[in-house]
């Protein structure tokens, strides 16, 4: 079983930069696919980014594109979120999670492990 705790979330005005980290324990998540997802006020959950177990290969969604930037140490067991020009959209409580079906999927079905999120707030 892996777990999983996301930090580095808060309050930023658009434009500013977040960095998120998501520490795995339990066991080493170098075969594992990991992923970030996140959920609006309101909204339904939507996934952001994945990596492979490498980190060779990363799938982003449109809306991130250019400004999220996602990697892992896996010596570190932690995988990072670099979130650059956020603007008010992004809102929303940031999970992560890990899943053990490689190839990388968008579906959050597909991940066995999730953190309990952290909030990250755009004012505009």
């Known amino acids: 079983q892996v777990q999983l705790v996301e930090s580095g979330g808060g309050l930023v005005q658009a434009g500013a930069s977040l960095r998120l980290s998501c520490a795995a324990s339990g066991r080493a998540v170098s075969s594992y696919v990991m992923g970030w997802f996140r959920q609006p006020p309101g909204k339904e959950r939507e996934f952001v980014v994945g990596?492979?177990?490498?980190?060779?290969?990363?799938y982003y969604a449109d809306s991130v594109k250019g400004r999220f930037t996602i990697s892992r140490d896996n010596r570190k067991n932690t995988v990072y979120l670099q979130m650059n020009s956020l603007n008010p959209e992004d809102t929303a409580v940031y999970y992560c999670a890990a899943s053990s079906i490689v190839p990388m999927t968008t579906k959050g079905n597909a991940y066995n492990s999730w953190g309990q999120g952290t909030q990250v707030t755009v004012s505009s």
């Open positions: 990596i492979s177990p490498s980190g060779g290969s990363t």
